[in-house]
């Protein structure tokens, strides 16, 4: 069954609005979608989309999918992403869960299964995914040590990312602290 989209006005802040979108098309989000299942968004900067299985396309800034994570205190996204926490995060655009990530105006992460393509900075290819037209690095990463990200820092699946210089990405039980110029710590 298809929903509309909801707009809420009065989550912890009056003034984020929570768009709740279940099994539909986020198309031109002007500043950021993201997915949210089971999860409490929190002092979003402009909003927070929730998209479950769906398509989310020609995102102004950001594209982000999130399964039972919680995001608080994000400048323009707060990108939690399976049971890990992501903090401080400038810009990013995370695909996640089985979705499918096209047009990114500054990222475009896919992971789990996922194409990432016409990324205009970097396609990261994650989990069983190959990286490809990757503006300044293609990275990937899968039991693997990325260091030295000029634009992302992504922490997946045991893996430790250093000196990145202006986002961190925390995936698969990790902590990603400190972003912008600052090393990744790891936690199991």
Do not use: G, W
Request: proline residues 1%; charged residues 20%.
């Amino acid at each position: 069954m298809d929903y509309n989209v909801l707009v809420v006005y009065t989550l912890n802040d009056p003034d984020v609005q929570a768009v709740h979108i279940h099994r539909l098309n986020c198309r031109k989000v002007l500043s950021q979608a993201v997915h949210i299942h089971r999860l409490n968004c929190r002092t979003v900067f402009s909003q927070p989309v929730y998209i479950h299985r769906l398509n989310c396309r020609e995102v102004f800034s950001q594209e982000v999918h999130i399964h039972r994570l919680n995001c608080r205190e994000v400048f323009s996204q707060a990108v939690h992403i399976h049971r890990l926490n992501y903090r401080a995060v400038f810009s990013q655009a995370v695909h996640i869960h089985r979705l499918n990530c096209q047009a990114v105006f500054s990222q475009a992460v896919h992971i789990n299964r996922l194409n990432c393509r016409a990324v205009f900075s970097q396609a990261v290819h994650i989990h069983r995914l190959n990286c490809r037209t990757v503006f300044s690095k293609a990275v990937h990463i899968h039991r693997l040590n990325c260091r030295a990200v000029f634009s992302k820092a992504v922490h997946i699946n045991r893996v430790n990312c250093r000196a990145v210089f202006s986002q961190a990405v925390y995936i698969h039980r990790l902590n990603y602290r400190a972003v912008s110029r600052k090393q990744c710590t790891f936690t199991d």
